[in-house]
């Protein structure tokens, strides 16, 4: 390969990955307000939805769930038996992969 095909073959895998970075340079003030606006996502197989379902499906869960609260005893149990529980419900669950 010479050095001419060389530079053909790197602008043509370069070229659009460029023009993507260029116009996300020039919309960069206003990018945010289009991703609020965004409220469906498709490519392929994908499909992701965004937006006021988002918000709902937020607003309906925190009224369904309940806030945890910390110093909350089940009734008639010591806090030995429900610190037993919780070490038991943390040795099943899987570990955390964050730092």
Do not use: N, Q, Y
Request: charged residues 25%.
């Amino acid at each position: 390969m010479d050095a001419l095909t060389f530079i053909a073959k790197l602008v043509d895998a370069l070229a659009w990955p460029s023009v993507v970075v260029v116009v996300l340079i020039f919309l960069r003030k206003e990018l945010p307000s289009i991703v609020r606006s965004l409220r469906k996502l498709k490519f392929k197989d994908v499909e992701m939805e965004f937006g006021e379902a988002a918000v709902a499906l937020a607003a309906e869960t925190k009224r369904v769930v309940p806030a945890a609260k910390p110093d909350v005893k089940i009734m008639g149990e010591s806090e030995e038996s429900t610190a037993a529980r919780l070490e038991a419900i943390a040795e099943l669950s899987p570990p955390c992969s964050h730092p």
